[in-house]
């Protein structure tokens, strides 16, 4: 019979008759046949099999020996015997080598006739070490697939014992090299089935013994979590491995990772990582949950160090996946665990600003189910990010208006979100992040940021503050003999680095040292107007302590002249009380260096203010406050500059009023107006921001903060003539405007029912250029201030104007972001105020302005954003309309600059050459930013070197995320016309 088959294979008859022939050849198989034949014909059967030159000869071969086998299981049993089945394995058929498809494909068929024969425990024996022997060959993804078939069908074939264990672990090892070689459609899904095929050899196993699915675990997590080279890396087909693994293990196997000592924290760092990059396997199952429930398991042993440079380093490449529908749900869970625990900085967040307007785009043109879900999510995501990172408005409004189509959830919504998960609620001691660790350029803007220290937002801004306005900077710069001043000479260190270092940013570390307020808790959130007050208080101590000091040593008292902080921020007003029942006025002047301004309550209108709208031409028509007959003067001017503050704080029982200040010995109870301003008033609301037709402005604040207020009920006013609590009628008046006005808005208020402080988040309209009214003193007769009136005789405003209008120009403005007094950010707008609004030209002409040149008039429009380490360009309308668009964005501390400011009395420096030259800084000063420089353009050659070495080892996204390129750009979505690798499959 095997004879006739061969003739019939070798014949020239057609294929229809050689089919027929061989039909009948199988028919004749259940007919007794010689052993010697039967062994001849499965020798026939077999040549064909594996050495037919067609695909008609191999399949004739293949039905021949299985019905054959079938009825002749003695002898088949003889002739596939365990030596020819290793044979097979090890030196393969002929010119078939061992590893081929036909290999496999044959000892299968042959296997389904030997399961129940007597040698079939011998023969799976062997198998089974020839089957370990394979896999720690360590085969490719196609060899792994068909074994895989191979173990399916039979499960005899797996080896068993103690090698089951080795067995897994082998081929773990075995899949780490998997790698497809193609990029089209059909070799990735050729890829991606073998995958899933050989992972499916370690379920079968596992459901055998699940025993060995720890010992298997951990073989996997020491794979994932050793130190290779990026060409070396495990391959991300390891993540079909964990969807086999029971979620009832997770727990245990994250404990037991996670608490064994010998687990060093860059393998921790490393298996994260790799981990993440598995959320870019297709149709893998669970790898989110694993992920997160590994991130729990390390927040738990207080290891939050891992996830944050984990965070950093990953989060833009969890976000890309976003565009896939395939891998969005598992990625999207990930990401939304991550970014809303990350709450030590912005910067994870900020990775991917750039990148969600055109994810959102994405999601919208791709009308599916999993796209709306996606864009519902993420949306409620960046609102609580943004809620969180309050204070970036330049960098949100792309991504606001990218989401304008879609609801923002509700507060209660956001801080429940944010409340969960986070990393710092069970972490108590946390090193210090390292944020900026990547050398970057300079900003185009020229202008230098400065690095957050932990919280110290509130001296940034402050210093950024200081540092624009240019007579203040430019005086601290070129100051003769700064070394007598500790910490005037830490500023102008400072001042000399924002203004030439070659860094994006520096840190003010040794500033921040010098000049915290002692009763600061470092790392805390702190009052950025607070800080401004005491950094300009010690600055003039530390100069008048100095000159004092001098006088002592010399025994020669030199002409009494300001200090240099008295000069650029000390300006003058007066506080006057008239008691109603005797007509008596005692009155104080005092030295301020900020003014700060009440928010008035909404029902209460300004329009019949006794001071006219500043924006206006000011001209007293209306009754001032009437002078006594006795007029009480004592001229204490202090010898520093004093906080000027209107007192909010409520009244808190008849015995204990709080007091404003003392004038001639006399405590003053809260005046009326601030007495309005309590908890319940709406403009102390932080849920209800004023309404548009209720915004409020600076002016009217003005005129509000210099109104007169009664002193009535329990705040009258304990008149000295009288001997008694009577009414009275105060009245704040400036006698002369400071070089720079500084205005603080009184935004925190303290409400009685929660106990606590809260923000008046009313907005208020700041002015390009303000006209502040100022008491002209020059218009009463001499006496009245200052000198003894022995007639005490009132005297009369002289005819025409009581108030001279003072021009001011905005310089910049320090916007608190935030609804709480403890916690937000603040960064700063500002701009350069120099030449034609109070430059050069005010040293010769005390009326008229003279006209810059229109090259300074336009750097003087240009406004900048300066928010930490960012320095951007920015503009007057961003700062107009922040509170607008970020309602949670409120002004809070504002510089002004008066036009036709005065020479400067301070001889430590030449105003010529603060107005004109080049500021010479001193050598030490000027070595320090030199060696500074140099050692910023080497640290950026050795990144430009490191970024070469791993852009060329660089491997980019897994071939089955690639998105085809239209026009020569990636569009970067998926709509009609624009589809990606496997769409046919897995859509």
């Given at each position: 019979m095997d004879r006739i088959l061969e003739a019939v294979m070798v014949s020239s008859h057609s294929k229809a008759v050689k089919h027929n022939m061989i039909l009948q050849v199988i028919e004749s198989a259940p007919h007794p046949l010689a052993r010697t034949q039967c062994l001849a014909m499965f020798e026939v059967c077999t040549k064909l099999f594996f050495l037919g030159d067609s695909k008609f000869k191999k399949d004739v071969g293949k039905e021949v020996l299985e019905a054959y086998a079938h009825h002749h299981p003695l002898e088949f049993e003889e002739f596939f015997?365990?030596?020819?089945?290793?044979?097979?394995l090890q030196e393969g058929y002929g010119p078939i080598m061992k590893r081929s498809d036909e290999i496999f494909e044959y000892i299968q068929v042959a296997l389904q006739y030997m399961v129940d024969r007597p040698s079939s425990m011998e023969l799976f024996h062997t198998l089974q070490i020839e089957v370990l022997r394979i896999i720690c060959e360590r085969p490719g993804p196609k060899l792994c697939a068909m074994l895989s078939k191979l173990l399916n069908l039979y499960p005899q074939c797996i080896p068993?014992?103690?090698?089951?264990?080795?067995?897994?672990?082998?081929?773990?090892?075995?899949?780490?090299?998997f790698h497809c070689e193609g990029e089209e459609n059909d070799e990735i899904l050729e890829f991606v089935e073998q995958v899933t095929k050989t992972s499916g050899m370690l379920q079968c196993v596992w459901r055998m013994n699940m025993a060995i699915i720890l010992p298997s675990l951990k073989e996997l997590f020491i794979v994932i979590s050793s130190p290779e080279e990026e060409n070396n890396a495990p391959s991300n087909a390891l993540a079909s491995v964990v969807q086999y693994v029971p979620l009832e293990l997770m727990d245990a196997v994250v404990r037991n990772i996670t608490n064994d000592k010998n687990v060093s924290d860059a393998q921790i760092l490393t298996a994260i990582s790799r981990m993440l990059d598995w959320l870019s396997w297709p149709l893998v199952k669970n790898i989110d949950k694993w992920i997160i429930s590994l991130m729990k398991g390390v927040v738990a042993v207080k290891r939050v160090h891992i996830l944050m440079k984990v965070t950093l380093k990953k989060t833009e490449q969890v976000f890309s996946n976003l565009f896939y529908p395939i891998v969005r749900e598992g990625a999207l869970s990930v990401l939304s665990y991550i970014l809303l625990s990350y709450e030590q900085s912005p910067e994870a967040f900020h990775k991917l600003l750039h990148q969600i307007p055109q994810l959102i785009s994405s999601l919208s043109q791709e009308d599916s189910d999993s796209g709306r879900a996606c864009l519902a999510e993420i949306s409620e995501l960046i609102h609580c990010l943004i809620f969180r990172f309050s204070g970036f408005p330049d960098l949100y409004e792309p991504v606001l208006e990218a989401l304008k189509d879609f609801p923002s959830p509700h507060e209660n919504r956001i801080k429940q979100l944010l409340s969960q998960n986070t990393w710092t609620s069970v972490?108590?001691?946390?090193?210090?992040?390292?944020?900026?660790?990547?050398?970057?350029?300079?900003?185009?803007?020229?202008k230098t940021g400065l690095v957050n220290l932990g919280n110290t937002c509130y001296m940034n801004s402050i210093i950024q503050a200081l540092y624009m306005a240019s007579d203040f900077r430019y005086a601290v710069m070129t100051l003769k003999q700064c070394s007598r001043f500790p910490l005037m000479m830490k500023l102008q260190q400072l001042f000399g680095f924002l203004e030439h270092s070659q860094r994006p940013f520096?840190?003010?570390?040794?500033?921040?040292t010098a000049s915290c307020p002692p009763w600061f808790n470092v790392g805390s959130q702190q009052d950025c107007s607070e800080y401004l007050k005491y950094l300009l208080d010690k600055l003039h101590e530390e100069e008048k302590t100095l000159r004092h000091a001098s006088f002592t040593q010399s025994g020669v008292q030199k002409s009494e002249s300001k200090t240099l902080i008295e000069q650029m921020f000390g300006g003058k007003m007066v506080t006057r009380i008239r008691c109603l029942c005797c007509q008596n006025v005692s009155w104080k002047e005092e030295v301020f260096t900020d003014l700060s301004l009440a928010l008035p309550p909404h029902d209460?209108?300004?329009?019949?203010?006794?001071?006219?709208?500043p924006s206006q031409t000011v001209v007293e028509n209306t009754e001032p406050l009437h002078v006594a007959s006795t007029l009480k003067q004592q001229s204490q001017v202090p010898s520093s500059p004093r906080r000027i503050?209107?007192?909010l704080t409520d009244t808190t029982s008849k015995h204990e009023s709080p007091t404003f200040g003392n004038i001639d010995g006399v405590h003053l109870k809260t005046t009326d107006k601030s007495a309005k301003m309590d908890s319940s008033s709406p403009g102390s609301s932080q849920e209800q921001p004023s309404l548009p037709h209720s915004l409020r402005s600076i002016p009217d604040l003005i005129n509000f903060f210099l109104s007169p207020e009664m002193l009535t009920g329990e705040n009258q006013?304990?008149?000295q003539k009288c001997c008694a609590l009577t009414d009275a009628e105060k009245v704040v008046e400036l006698t002369e405007g400071p070089p720079y006005l500084i205005l603080t808005l009184l935004r925190f208020s303290f409400d009685l029912g929660t106990m606590r402080r809260r923000k008046i988040l009313d907005n208020v309209s700041i002015p390009l250029v303000l006209k502040l009214p100022v008491w002209d003193v020059s218009s009463r007769e001499p006496g009245t201030f200052g000198t003894d009136n022995k007639h005490h005789k009132a005297i009369p405003p002289a005819d025409g104007c009581a108030y001279v209008s003072l021009?001011?120009?905005?310089?910049?403005?320090?916007?608190?972001?935030?609804i709480s007094s403890e916690s937000g950010h603040y960064y700063c707008y500002a701009r350069e105020c120099t030449g034609g609004v109070g430059g050069p030209e005010a040293i010769h002409s005390d009326r008229e302005e003279v006209k810059a040149p229109s090259s300074q008039k336009s750097a003087e429009r240009q406004w900048f954003l300066f928010n930490d380490t960012r320095v951007s360009y920015s503009s007057f309308e961003s700062v107009s309309n922040v509170t607008t668009y970020f309602p949670k964005d409120t002004a809070y501390v504002m510089f002004f600059r008066k036009r036709l400011l005065p020479v400067i009395e301070n001889e430590s420096f030449s105003t010529a050459e603060k107005m004109y030259g080049e500021m010479a800084l001193n050598k030490e000063l000027s070595e320090s930013i030199s060696k500074d420089n140099l050692l910023y353009a080497q640290e950026r050659e050795r990144e430009e070197r490191r970024r070469a070495a791993l852009s060329a080892t660089e491997t980019g996204p897994p071939v089955w995320l690639k998105r085809h390129k239209r026009s020569g750009a990636d569009c970067g979505c998926l709509s009609s016309g624009c589809r990606w690798h496997l769409s046919h499959f897995f859509l």
């Open positions: 015997n365990t030596r020819f089945a290793l044979d097979l068993g014992g103690n090698l089951q264990s080795v067995f897994c672990q082998q081929l773990i090892q075995s899949i780490r090299k972490q108590t001691e946390l090193p210090e992040p390292v944020c900026y660790t990547q050398i970057t350029t300079r900003s185009d803007t020229g520096i840190s003010p570390n040794k500033f921040l209460i209108s300004l329009s019949k203010s006794f001071i006219i709208d503050r209107k007192t006013y304990h008149c021009t001011y120009d905005l310089c910049s403005v320090v916007v608190h972001s935030g």
